[in-house]
């Protein structure tokens, strides 16, 4: 079983909160930040347009992204995090 999200919705995996410092200092779990990048695991068909057809999605699996520090659904699934949100809260899509 796995998670599918529907229509416009994309399921990402937010990245490891850094826990050292750049000076190496190690950081307590309380007073780590959320990252604002993860990876898109899953996608859903599409936004349903007025005609009843979809519009493709901009993402895919496998892309990293930049998200807003607070937004979307948490989602604990098999242990791991995950977001739910809307592919229009997405900001960006990040390229190496």
């Known amino acids: 079983m796995a998670i599918t999200p529907l ?6 995996q937010r990245a490891e909160p850094e826990e050292k410092t750049k000076g ?3 950081l307590p779990s309380n007073a ?4 604002v990048w993860g ?3 899953a ?6 347009l007025k005609d009843g057809g979809f519009r493709a999605p901009q993402v895919k ?8 520090k ?12 995950y977001l ?3 592919e229009s809260e997405l900001l960006a899509i990040l390229t190496d």
Do not use: S
């Open 7 to 12: 229509h416009d919705n994309v399921l990402v």
């Open 24 to 26: 190496g200092l190690y």
């Open 84 to 86: 739910i949100l809307k």
């Open 43 to 48: 996608v859903g068909k599409g936004k349903v």
């Open 61 to 68: 699996t496998g892309d990293k992204v930049l998200l807003a």
């Open 70 to 81: 607070w937004g979307g659904n948490e989602v604990t699934y098999a242990g791991e995090d």
């Open 32 to 35: 780590q930040e959320k990252q």
């Open 39 to 41: 990876k898109v695991k």
